[in-house]
């Protein structure tokens, strides 16, 4: 990777809200290789400038086509991503998976 691309990449994870990537070294994140956690983290924690951040970066169909391939994701950030893509929720992997596991009853 050359540096002004590792510049841009620091650059980048350095905008978003600093509560998302808590639990990670932001120093080791790449947004290359590692944007379905990127991604799955701003949809489902992130706030409207993140949001924005994420679209600046990866463009809204980008997002849309690794979010179909999650397995699972919150049900808020899942209607969200579906609304805003104007994609049906079937689509969506999480969404398919989540229909085929049966829940409990709560007696």
Known sequence: ????????????????????????DKNELNMD?????????????GQLADWNLLCEYYTLPGITIRAKEFKELESRALSYISVVSNTPINQ??????QQSNPKHLNF
Request: aromatic letters at 20%.
């Open 1 to 24: 990777m050359d540096l002004s691309k590792k510049i841009k990449n620091t650059e980048y994870i350095n905008r978003f809200s600093s509560y998302l990537f808590w639990d990670v």
């Open 33 to 45: 290789n590692h944007a379905p956690y990127i991604i799955k983290r701003v949809l489902e924690y």
């Open 92 to 97: 969506f992997r999480c969404y398919t998976i």
